[in-house]
């Protein structure tokens, strides 16, 4: 349904937002389809059929970094607290709370 991935009328949202929220969407999907498939290769026992669901499933991580960077370029605040976050070492839950700081 088109109208569920707003929680507000979308016909009071600018355009700026509702491109925002297709991409969020589109972000959810693909987490959902790496989810699934990660599912499937867990469980399929043909190797051929597993090698093509991994194939996909890689095509799903592209997706999901490119919708996540579309993000990231338009929401500064969400940029400046994964940059703590994200491909660093150490406690999780501590660069988290750095990114917080620093977005703030
Ligand atoms: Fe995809």
Sequence with gaps: MAS???H???EELSAETRT???MMT???EEVEAINWYEQRISLEPDPEA???MQNAQQ???KHFGMDLEFLLRKKDKWRTTL???LFKSGDIVELG???EEKAE
């Design 4 to 6: 569920e991935q707003y």
């Design 8 to 10: 507000e009328p979308a």
């Design 20 to 22: 925002l929220v297709r």
């Design 26 to 28: 589109s972000l959810k």
């Design 50 to 52: 597993r090698a093509i």
């Design 59 to 61: 095509e799903e991580f």
């Design 83 to 85: 940059k703590e976050i």
């Design 97 to 99: 709370e750095k990114g």
